[in-house]
């Protein structure tokens, strides 16, 4: 019965920035793996970027080097920092966790980058 819930969506200019959040409740196994996925109009959700609770880190190419995540354990929270948004990055980003116990979502939050 975990729950995550993001926060931090919006709408930004191209080359803006923004920070997305994930708070996660319940019962949360030590090992586990955090992300970001996102879905676009008409496309398929896709990774962003996950970070292990140890801190091992996997980004997708089409945001290495403007995005950065991490997570502080103590709080069950994992962080989006968004830099240099594209009008591309246009999606519903998804915050994932992925445990031996199976696999949550949240519910999503809305970042748009206007032209």
């Known amino acids: 019965q975990v729950q995550l819930v993001e926060s931090g969506g919006g709408l930004v200019q191209a080359g803006g920035s923004l920070r997305l959040s994930c708070a996660a409740s319940?019962?949360?196994?030590?090992?586990?793996?955090m992300g970001w996925y996102r879905q676009a109009p008409g496309k398929q959700r896709e990774l962003v970027a996950t970070?292990?609770?140890?801190?091992?880190?996997n980004y997708a190419e089409s945001v290495k080097g403007r995005f950065t995540i991490s997570r502080d354990n103590a709080k069950n929270t994992v962080y989006l920092e968004m830099n240099s948004l594209k009008p591309e990055d246009t999606a519903v980003y998804y915050c994932?966790?992925?445990?031996?116990?199976?696999?949550?979502w949240g519910q999503g939050t809305q970042v748009t980058v206007s032209s």
């Open positions: 994932r966790l992925e445990a031996v116990e199976g696999v949550d």
């Open positions: 319940g019962r949360i196994f030590r090992l586990n793996v």
């Open positions: 970070i292990t609770n140890g801190g091992t880190i």
